[in-house]
């Protein structure tokens, strides 16, 4: 079993930046690949980002803006957003799986409760 917690998320003004952070217990942290996926009302949960050792993938609508990142000593998964508009305004869930990263989230086993992110215009 994998336990998955995020944090940071919050309500800013659009332009701002926040970092999330999901912290992993359980099996071996670096072995699965970590996503972050994200909900907003009335829509279909989507692929945010992955990453797995090195390897870093990203939806089109968030690159050059959100950078996902991992510390295997700390199990934590980062997800820096900056430049951030109200159409990134969800829920955003931390993911993992055995494997490589896949985009879509019925591939992935471990899931975190979810932390809200708002930004307003």
């Known amino acids: 079993q994998v336990q998955l917690v995020e944090s940071g998320g919050g309500l800013v003004q659009a332009g701002a930046s926040l970092r999330l952070s999901c912290a992993a217990s359980?099996?071996?942290?670096?072995?699965?690949?970590m996503g972050w996926f994200r909900q907003a009302p009335g829509k279909e949960r989507e692929f945010v980002a992955g990453?797995?050792?090195?390897?870093?993938y990203y939806a089109d609508s968030v690159k050059g803006r959100f950078t996902i990142s991992r510390d295997n000593v700390k199990n934590t998964v980062f997800l820096q957003m900056n430049s951030l508009k109200p159409e990134d305004t969800a829920v955003y869930y931390c993911?993992?799986?055995?494997?490589?990263?896949?985009?879509?989230?019925?591939?992935?086993?471990?899931w975190g409760q979810g932390t809200q992110v708002t930004v307003s215009s």
């Open positions: 359980g099996r071996t942290f670096s072995n699965y690949a």
């Open positions: 990453i797995k050792w090195s390897s870093t």
């Open positions: 993911a993992a799986r055995f494997g490589n990263v896949r985009h879509v989230s019925l591939e992935y086993n471990y």
